[in-house]
Structure formats: C-alpha cells, structure tokens
C-alpha cells in the first residue's frame, strides 16, 4: 500500500508543473496559517508563552506538537493539491468531483489552523449547518 502512494506521488512529480503547483500552494497555506496565528499572536510571543509555562504542564510538548503538524500540514496540503491538479488535468472523467476534492483538502487545512480559529472558519462555510441534519444536532 505504502510502495503505491509513493509510486504515485512519483509519477505525479515526474511533471515539472506538479513541483510548482506544490510550492505555490504550500507558500499560501503557511502564509494563510501564519496570517490567522498573527491575528491571535506572534511567534516571539509563543515562544515566550511556552518558555513560561503558560500553556500549563506540557507546555513544550503542546508548543512542538502545534508546530510539527503545522509543517507537516503545510507540505501535505502542497502535495495534495498538486495531486489534484495533475488529476484535474489528466482526467477524462467529470472536473466536478476533482474539483469537490480539492474544496475538501483547502477546507480541511482551514479547519486544523487552530481550535479557535477552526470554528469560525468553518461555521462561515457553513459546516454546522450541515452538521444539524444529524440525529444530535451538532451536539
């Protein structure tokens, strides 16, 4: 299963325009991440917070599990999209359910910028309303 993913990001690659899609796209993520980080606080003052303990007992396990997943969303989401277009251009099949996709991917990465950040974002999108149609409500 693994040797398949990784054959098929290779062939994906093997496309120069795959490799700029990627970097373009994982630029404007972390930019998007760091603009909605900036809106709450700064790097320095994150810093300062993890150093004083003030994100409680694991601080610093918090604070490298925040900035780990951020990395790793931010390439992930670089190569998912990059998938997508190569999809996209290749396909002979509908665009619309490529398309889905990859509004899937851009609102998946906008959900895990943060907690805070996370339900706003998706409450304007419109995820609760269709959370409601379930048996609890979005409870």
Known sequence: ????????????????????????????????????????????????????????????????TYWITTLATIILFGISVSMLVWLWRRSRLSKVGTSFSGLGAFTGALGAACPVCGGFLLSLLGVSAGVSIFPLQGL
């Open 1 to 64: 299963m693994n040797n398949k993913i990784i054959n098929g990001i290779k062939t994906v690659f093997q496309d120069s325009l795959s490799y700029k899609v990627a970097v373009v796209s994982s630029m404007a993520i972390a930019y998007l991440f760091y603009w909605l980080l900036y809106k709450v606080t700064t790097i320095p003052t994150m810093f300062q917070m993890t150093k004083d303990g003030e994100f409680g007992k694991y601080s610093f396990t918090y604070f490298s």
